[in-house]
């Protein structure tokens, strides 16, 4: 049963639960502080009663919270069906989740297909530890990246892949993308770092496009083991998510009301901590940008700043969609333009190990 037909909505049934427990709690205590009457120790006396206070506001707690677990049966509150909610992330896939949607490209007219690995990204299953001689390259960014509209193989990372290993056969080239729908360049980031590096990539591709402004970066997330810990210690509870839930109804919607300059520094200082993170990890890095960016360009500030090798794409026509699945989405086309142009830059900057 989905949380949608429910007999009775859940705030309901809390407040119904909640008015028995405090009544029936209510007259526990009375009959406990009874028990207890003060003696010759007045410390004692009040020690002992604020024990039981205690207790007994935690088994409200566990009431509410067992209620709540049978009341909504397997029913989980997930950022959507296919996404579940992360301490670090906010959000991510649902490992294993496969969708079919409707395609919005113009060259197939078709479905599009979704697949997510046992690592909650949409890429293939495959091991970890990195064969000798194989050379990764990670790709981080958003809906771009993920191939929002197009099949996994029209990804330009696929598409980078193939080509790069036209161009070096005696090198076994494997691409890794970490790109998630509606990831801000801090989640992209963390992503990366949870997921993209445990697969010891010598490359990292970084592009972000302008989902600054989603709610979600204002959540930003504390690395911080203890909080990561915390977070992962209440998002077991189901009266815990439930209510954070109610704080939190649409993660994906745009706050105009931020300053693109406020908007602009959360990204430069997630550029800055990825290019530190490269370079203590002795990873290639290389940040790509669009051209049409009136909003101003953070990544190619940083890459300047930080003497990071960094692509612009341009792809023509925006304005008549010649490329676009929609307003802002790059069908199979778009994703070619983008694929040729990150293979000019892999060779413009000699990524590359020369042949043996």
């Keep these: 049963m989905s949380l949608e037909k429910l007999p009775i909505p859940i705030p309901v049934f809390l407040a119904i639960l909640s008015l028995i427990s405090i009544a029936v709690i ?17 410390a004692a006396y009040i020690s002992q009663a604020i024990v039981i206070k205690v207790i007994l506001l935690v088994l409200f707690f566990l009431v ?40 919005y490209d113009r060259e197939r007219k078709g479905l599009w297909e979704v697949k997510i690995n046992s690592r909650g990204i949409r890429e293939d299953d495959f091991p970890l530890e990195k064969p000798p001689g194989t050379y990764r390259i990670a790709f981080s960014g958003d809906s771009w990246t993920f191939g929002f509209g197009v099949d996994k193989e029209d990804r330009f990372s696929d ?35 949870d997921t993209g590096f445990r697969y010891s990539p010598d490359l990292v591709i970084s592009l972000t496009n302008r989902n600054e402004h989603l709610e979600s970066l204002f959540h930003r997330r504390s690395n911080n083991p203890a909080m990561v810990f915390l ?12 209510f954070w839930q109610l704080q939190n109804p649409d993660l994906f919607a745009r706050d105009t009301t931020r300053k693109n300059d406020d908007v602009h520094a959360y990204e430069r200082d997630d550029l800055r901590d990825l290019v530190r993170t490269c370079r203590e990890k002795n990873i290639k890095l290389m ?10 360009n953070p990544q190619r500030e940083v890459a300047e700043e930080k003497k990071v090798p960094y692509a612009e794409i341009v792809i023509p026509d925006r304005e008549r969609n010649s490329f676009f699945l929609d307003h802002n ?27 043996k």
């Design 64 to 103: 509410l919270e067992t209620g709540l677990k049978i009341y909504t049966g397997n029913e989980l509150f997930n950022i959507t069906e296919q996404h579940i909610y992360d301490p670090v992330l906010l959000w991510r896939w649902k490992p294993g989740t496969e969708l079919v949607e409707q395609s």
């Design 287 to 296: 940040l790509v940008f669009m051209d049409w960016d009136a909003l101003g």
């Design 26 to 42: 209510f007259f526990i205590d009375r009959f406990l502080m009874k028990k207890i009457r003060p003696g010759k120790s007045k």
């Design 159 to 193: 598409i980078v892949r193939k080509k790069l290993r036209e161009i070096r056969p005696d090198l076994k080239i494997e691409t890794i993308n970490t790109g998630i729908i509606g990831y801000c360049t801090n989640q992209s980031i963390n992503i990366l770092e």
């Design 231 to 242: 977070r992962s210690l209440l998002s077991r509870s189901r009266l815990y998510m439930y």
């Design 329 to 355: 989405h790059p069908d199979a086309g778009g994703h070619r333009i983008i694929a040729d142009e990150l293979v000019k830059a892999i060779d413009k900057y000699h990524f590359l190990p020369e042949k």
